[in-house]
């Protein structure tokens, strides 16, 4: 039995997907059953991170699992929560959806978290996998307003050219992983796009899809917090949203071979993600 956390998440929904269309035996587990529709075939059962026994029913029967959680100031100690869990139900393998860029040293707290988690993980009994993905073109949907209306793209991510890769191809790694976890035992995979770019040509690829030009604003990382916060962002979110690109090194900022392996064909790019969420830009 394979069981997914963070379901309703954009990694673990789209791990789920690619699962039930294989018949994989999958159970999903979910913080409300009630509003949640899964694919044809899988189980579905209720609970979050902070209850054990919620934890302890959803790791009856579990072999292999993908460990992933909420971005929260709480996370390692709900991961640790949960990990406690797995070793008291013998888990064989936890495939765990870490970051490029995990690092105990990191600027941002997210980072420093994975990191952490990572190392508990490492010390067993259970074989594991790390999938480290770069940043989610899917994080570009959250502009889609200002986009079609204002034509700015206003993001802190300065020159630097990033790996930016598709949610949905990482969910589809992780599904490989967790239908074979035998193969990829003591395994990291740094999971890119097919190129790097720069916030500039993400700005001219969104031109081509909204039909109107758009302007990259580059805002500092300080001022962009300080704008996250007046819109109600947390503080804890806000520091780590403003400041995500300083988690990356050159060495971070390149293209990795891993998710077209993993995947047996390229990664999506920039402009076929784009293409296929022309309609949240043409509103």
């Known amino acids: 039995?394979?069981?997914?956390?963070?379901?309703?998440g954009q990694v673990g929904s789209a791990a789920l997907n690619a699962l039930a269309e294989t018949g994989s035996e999958v159970r999903a587990l979910v913080r409300d059953s009630s509003v949640f529709t899964a694919p044809e075939g899988v189980q579905v059962v209720q609970g979050d991170f902070d209850d054990d026994a919620s934890i302890a029913n959803a790791l009856k029967g579990v072999t292999?699992?993908?460990?992933?959680?909420r971005d929260s100031p709480a996370s390692v100690s709900q991961h640790r929560r949960v990990l406690a869990q797995v070793r008291?139900?013998?888990?064989?393998?936890?495939?765990?959806?870490?970051?490029?860029?995990?690092?105990?040293?990191?600027?941002?707290?997210?980072?420093?978290?994975?990191?952490?988690?990572?190392?508990?993980?490492?010390?067993?009994?259970?074989?594991?996998?790390?999938?480290?993905?770069?940043?989610?073109?899917?994080?570009?949907?959250?502009?889609?307003?200002?986009?079609?209306?204002?034509?700015?793209?206003?993001?802190?991510?300065?020159?630097?050219?990033?790996?930016?890769?598709?949610?949905?191809?990482?969910?589809?790694?992780?599904?490989?992983?967790?239908?074979?976890?035998?193969?990829?035992?003591?395994?990291?995979?740094?999971?890119?796009?097919?190129?790097?770019?720069s916030y500039e040509e993400v700005a001219e690829a969104l031109a081509a899809v909204v039909g109107r030009a758009v302007t990259y604003e580059a805002v500092a990382p300080a001022e962009y917090e300080n704008r996250l916060r007046a819109a109600g962002v947390p503080d804890w979110r806000a520091y780590d949203l403003a400041h995500i690109a300083s988690a990356y090194g050159v060495n971070e900022n390149v293209v990795s071979p891993d998710i077209?392996?993993?995947?047996?064909?390229?990664?999506?790019?920039?402009?076929?993600?784009?293409?296929?969420?022309?309609?949240?830009?043409?509103?």
């Open 1 to 8: 039995m394979i069981l997914i956390t963070a379901s309703t």
């Open 64 to 69: 292999v699992m993908l460990l992933a959680g």
């Open 88 to 197: 008291r139900a013998g888990v064989h393998h936890v495939v765990k959806l870490s970051a490029i860029g995990a690092s105990p040293k990191s600027p941002v707290a997210l980072m420093r978290e994975h990191h952490e988690v990572d190392e508990d993980i490492r010390k067993g009994p259970a074989a594991w996998t790390f999938l480290k993905p770069h940043l989610y073109m899917q994080n570009l949907l959250r502009a889609a307003d200002t986009v079609r209306l204002e034509g700015v793209l206003a993001a802190p991510m300065g020159d630097v050219r990033l790996p930016l890769i598709d949610t949905r191809d990482v969910g589809v790694a992780v599904a490989t992983v967790l239908r074979n976890p035998a193969a990829h035992v003591g395994k990291e995979y740094a999971l890119t796009g097919p190129a790097t770019v």
């Open 260 to 283: 077209a392996t993993l995947l047996g064909r390229p990664p999506t790019s920039l402009s076929e993600f784009l293409d296929d969420h022309r309609q949240v830009y043409s509103g």
